[in-house]
């Protein structure tokens, strides 16, 4: 069964520090893709990143990117210099080729200290 | 260009009633996505829709149901409200996967709550 794990419900960061977001996911369909969301208190979710599983390199936006380590099957969100607008809730997502749904983690909410 | 609309961004039903929610995507994109949101059960796919056909369904009982317009707009309906129904809905649209796109934007929201 498909599953997307994070670990860290809540943590704190100082401002300016990069941060790291654990993401793990369990699929046996070789084809899927992997996407970081943003919720802030607002609730509008924001598209942040996405991974193909057959992309050769790792995925930047801007101040995002994502640590995909296929092996280990881990999609860990990398946020540099962090701000404090970034404190929010962060979503990992996984679609399958073969389910074609996404699933999503239960998220990890992060506190930007000034 | 406008983002994704969703109306109403509040609403409060009883138990037992129907309710319809509404979902207008970006201009272009033919794809739309639902998904129920709860502290409990957090995010969960409810159905999306392309070009006016059902692609997808999340395991969620016969209540929930939706449909999707030639123009894209999308409503989605959940009949004989449960309590447990209470949770922020989201609508999320996108060209599509058979564009090659796999970003969604996200609407606001609509909370339901049911009393």
């Known amino acids: 069964a498909q599953k997307i794990t994070q670990t860290q419900p809540g943590m704190f960061v100082q401002e300016k520090e990069a941060v790291t977001l654990d993401c793990t996911y369990d699929t046996s369909d070789p084809s899927y893709g992997l996407f970081w969301y943003k919720q802030p208190s607002s609730g509008e979710m924001i598209f942040l990143i996405y991974q193909g599983s057959y992309d050769q390199q790792n995925a930047t936006e801007g101040r995002y990117s994502l640590n995909f380590q296929k092996a280990r099957k881990s999609a860990n969100l990398v946020i540099s210099a962090s701000q404090l607008g970034d404190s929010a809730m962060y979503f990992c997502a996984m679609r399958t080729n073969r389910d074609d749904k996404i699933i999503f983690g239960k998220g990890t909410r992060l506190h930007i200290l000034p | 260009k406008a983002g994704v609309t969703q109306t109403p961004r509040y609403l409060i039903k009883t138990r037992g009633q129907q309710v319809t929610l509404s979902c207008s995507p970006i201009s272009g994109h033919r794809s739309v996505s639902w998904y129920q949101q709860t502290p409990g059960q957090g995010l969960q796919f409810l159905f999306e829709?392309?070009?006016?056909?059902?692609?997808n369904k999340g395991n969620f009982p016969g209540r929930f149901s939706g449909r999707q317009f030639s123009n894209s707009r999308s409503e989605m309906n959940v009949s004989t409200l449960e309590l447990g129904d209470s949770a922020l809905y989201l609508c999320a649209s996108s060209l599509g996967r058979l564009a090659g796109v796999e970003e969604q934007y996200f609407g606001p929201g609509t909370r339901l709550t049911v009393t």
């Open positions: 829709y392309f070009s006016e056909t059902q692609r």
